[in-house]
């Protein structure tokens, strides 16, 4: 019953930044965890950053803590995902999730249910 579309991927060079947006309707947004995971293939589908319901609490992956930065502005019902400092590595299409129950700390990748279709991020140098 939510509906998330992930927008701002594309090309980016090694180095560079990207900022992916994820537009959420369908659910009462502000009171659920939003997050975001990525996915390359052959590979399982990572965990990659958490936002609680408060906009307070951030959750990162050591794959991408110090490059990554998560947030949210829930008058827009929209949620970012600030990528700095990007390596060939992240390359990989991107999720926006959100958690399946309100109120939750959007710190452990079990807690998402409904993922986007998502967004293709390719990093070359």
């Known amino acids: 019953q939510v509906l998330l579309v992930e927008s701002g991927g594309g090309l980016a060079q090694t180095g560079g930044s990207l900022r992916l947006s994820c537009a959420a309707s369908?659910?009462?947004?502000?009171?659920?965890?939003m997050g975001w995971f990525r996915q390359a293939p052959g590979k399982e589908r990572e965990f990659l950053a958490g936002i609680n319901w408060t906009g307070y609490g951030t959750n990162y992956a050591d794959s991408v803590k110090g490059r990554f930065t998560i947030s949210r502005d829930n008058a827009k019902n929209m949620v970012y995902l600030q990528m700095d400092n990007l390596k060939s590595e992240d390359t990989a299409v991107y999720h926006c999730a959100q958690a399946v129950i309100p109120y939750g700390a959007g710190s452990r990748p079990t807690e998402f249910g409904s993922w986007g279709q998502g967004t293709q991020v390719t990093v070359s140098s």
């Open positions: 369908g659910r009462t947004f502000s009171t659920y965890a």
